[in-house]
């Protein structure tokens, strides 16, 4: 089975992937202090000590929250990031706002140590995985060279955008590979947590996704005006509705779940 598990933790990121192989996949690793809820934890109370492979979409403490704390309970197999990014660079953009978490320490550690090439690729049982990012120095802003991972299974979608822009979108659908991947995706995660300058209309020239992901948690900032919801084809709920949206801070633990030879499945409100 592939399933997709987009955890609740607040305004952050953090979701993990299990494949009908033997690898799996963490994108990001975020957590929340009033939820109490920690990636490191989860994989601490299951057993569960090796990742295939840790997709850092970018550099910001949102993201990257809980990566000291997961090191230290999970060995990782290798790493997807933005390869193009100068640690140098992250190191002064993030010295700009403050001082570096050991959080933030721990993934600079990360990208710019773990440079040797992966010799076996891990079995993801027919999931397949493809990245894309904008190149340093086309832009020089974190969240527009986000690191954008696309995980396709016999039909169901699924895009991890991180947090880019709409700038970011505009110069990645210049690619072919790009907007054919876009019309492969069933589940659309907004990026940027739905915030209006993550949203890009001309993406849905291309995807037109059963239901879109919202990670984050109560609306603190004027940020999330646009209708994700029109774009969506909806998915029809146990209660009922449809529902074209589902969002962590509505919705909680959210997993799409995909057997070989049946329809994917989504579920909210999981108890982890």
Not at 10 to 20: L, N, Q, R, S
Not at 175 to 203: D, K, M, P
Not at 215 to 239: F, L, M, T
Request: hydrophobic share 35%; proline share 4%; glycine share 6%.
């Amino acid at each position: 089975m592939f399933t997709f598990t987009l955890f609740d933790v607040g305004h952050g990121f953090c979701a993990y992937a299990t494949t009908p192989g033997t690898g799996n996949m963490l994108f990001d690793c975020g957590y929340d202090l009033d939820l109490k809820f920690y990636p490191s934890r989860y994989f601490e109370d299951r057993n569960i000590n090796y990742v295939s492979e840790l997709f850092l979409s970018h550099f910001d403490q949102d993201h990257v929250a809980n990566l000291r704390s997961c090191r230290q309970v999970v060995n990782f197999g290798s790493i997807s990031r933005n390869s193009s990014v100068p640690a140098d660079f992250i190191l002064r953009e993030k010295q700009r706002v403050g001082p570096i978490s050991a959080a933030m320490e721990s993934a600079l550690d990360m990208h710019q140590n773990w440079t040797e090439q992966v010799l076996v690729l891990p079995d993801y049982g027919g999931v397949k995985v493809t990245r894309f990012w904008n190149a340093y120095p086309t832009f020089t802003d974190m969240n527009n060279l986000s690191l954008v991972t696309f995980l396709e299974y016999e039909g169901c979608g699924i895009v991890v955008p991180g947090d880019l822009e709409c700038e970011g979108w505009q110069e990645l659908l210049k690619w072919e590979a790009f907007r054919q991947c876009l019309r492969e995706t069933t589940i659309f995660i907004a990026s940027h947590h739905g915030r209006n300058a993550g949203y890009c209309e001309e993406v849905f020239d291309y995807c037109e996704p059963h239901v879109v992901l919202l990670s984050d948690k109560s609306i603190v900032h004027d940020s999330q005006e646009h209708d994700y919801a029109k774009h969506a084809r909806g998915i029809e709920w146990p209660d009922g509705r449809t529902r074209y949206v589902l969002t962590t801070r509505a919705d909680g633990h959210i997993r799409i779940a995909k057997e070989r030879g049946s329809p994917a499945l989504v579920f909210a409100n999981l108890t982890l």
